[in-house]
């Protein structure tokens, strides 16, 4: 390692709450590490408003302790990273179940170019007790299933907290999640952008504590899909959208001559509901998508570019401005037939194959003009 830009070769970084009882032995194993492999480096830990001596009991053990006021897992994190002086960082637990005492792969994964190294916790072995049966069998593998099929990444262990990786992917990242879904961030984020990352096995012991785990399963497990779904508007949006319409428009059009196997009006309107929805769906997964791209949270796609390019406002608003046009023309139609008192002659349902298309072009033309002015405004920053 030499970069003459950093002050140190490696950081190592431990976030804390009240690990009052672990934290000295995880800085003296990170030190220990350090000087084992004769690496120019240092130990920071980012304290989270411990009150229980932790941030006195890593400084006598050779650390240094920053503090950061923010709460939560990610906060911490971001800001001992923020602090590192060094071309790579490892960041781990200070709770004792990683093992940092033995980081050798971590390290020369990186000295070998890859930009992130994501501990396996499944591939190095977790020792009994280190993990639950939930988080073992349901909760990590999927989540961690998700995200592999969401963001076509290749990490199979999403939420191991043992990682290494470099300075200037930390600061191009801009990683933003202050709670334990920063570990997916990384991830996904890295997924996007295409980095250049590889798993290592690393071993996981029962964590050293006597109090209670600062992970909340079904809360935290929630936040990591919730976050996963943000990141990804195909899935959120564009594929629901796609299939409500599609759904929509087929039964709604099967059903437009007559009645079909005791099927009728009701159930065009059902077919309405269904593309309006699913246009609205569409054009959220759009306008996601752009305001991502501007604000740098997922790298630029060439077929997103040249959609932008050929959805203007003007085509937008021909767009709309014929589908109100027509919708209107079909109600005109309607209006003058019942002036002449010719509605009973068609009947309720008959009738209703006509309003409920007209209906459906009205709120889809308004819905096309408005999605085409806002796609407008998101430009402007681009422009």
């Avoid at 001596?53 to 923020?82: C, H, T």
């Avoid at 637990?93 to 971590?106: C, G, I, M, P, R």
């Avoid at 909760?139 to 999403?158: A, C, E, W, Y």
């Avoid at 309607?334 to 194959?353: D, K, V, Y």
């Amino acid at each position: 390692m030499d970069d003459s830009k950093y002050k140190y070769d490696l950081t190592i970084v431990m976030p804390c709450l009240n690990e009052s009882e672990t934290v000295g032995l995880c800085v003296r194993k990170a030190v220990g590490f350090l000087k084992r492999k004769n690496i120019n480096g240092e130990v920071i830990v980012a304290d989270n408003g411990s009150t229980d001596g932790s941030p006195d009991i890593a400084r006598a053990n050779g650390a240094r302790v920053v503090n950061v006021p923010e709460k939560g897992y990610g906060s911490a994190l971001i800001g001992g990273i923020s602090a590192a002086e060094s071309k790579y960082v490892i960041m781990g637990d200070s709770d004792d179940s990683h093992d940092l005492e033995n980081l050798d792969e971590f390290v020369e994964k990186l000295e070998e170019g890859y930009e992130l190294v994501v501990g396996n916790r499944f591939r190095g072995g977790i020792e009994p007790g280190a993990m639950s049966f939930a988080h073992r069998y349901i909760g990590n593998p999927i989540l961690s299933g998700i995200g592999r099929i969401f963001f076509h990444s290749k990490v199979k262990d999403f939420h191991c907290g043992l990682r290494g990786f470099r300075k200037e992917l930390f600061n191009r990242l801009d990683l933003r999640a202050t709670g334990m879904e920063f570990a997916s961030e990384m991830i996904v984020k890295a997924s996007l952008f295409k980095v250049n990352m590889v798993e290592v096995p690393t071993k996981m012991a029962p964590a050293g504590r006597t109090g209670p785990a600062h992970l909340r399963s079904f809360r935290d497990g929630w936040r990591h899909l919730r976050f996963l779904f943000m990141f990804s508007p195909k899935w959120l949006f564009l594929y629901p959208g796609l299939t409500l319409i599609l759904l929509g428009l087929v039964i709604g059009l099967w059903l437009l001559p007559g009645t079909k196997m005791s099927l009728d009006v009701h159930t065009m309107l059902y077919a309405s509901a269904a593309v309006s929805i699913g246009f609205q769906s569409v054009s959220f997964a759009l306008l996601t998508r752009i305001f991502a791209l501007h604000e740098q949270l997922m790298p630029a796609h060439p077929t997103l570019q040249r959609l932008i390019k050929f959805l203007t406002l003007e085509k937008g608003l021909i767009a709309g401005s014929l589908m109100i046009l027509t919708g209107l023309g079909v109600s005109i139609y309607l209006l003058i037939f019942a002036s002449e008192g010719r509605f009973p002659e068609l009947g309720i349902q008959n009738t209703m194959r006509l309003v409920i298309p007209a209906i459906t072009l009205l709120i889809l033309g308004f819905q096309v003009i408005y999605f085409s002015f806002f796609l407008s405004i998101l430009q402007l920053k681009t422009r």
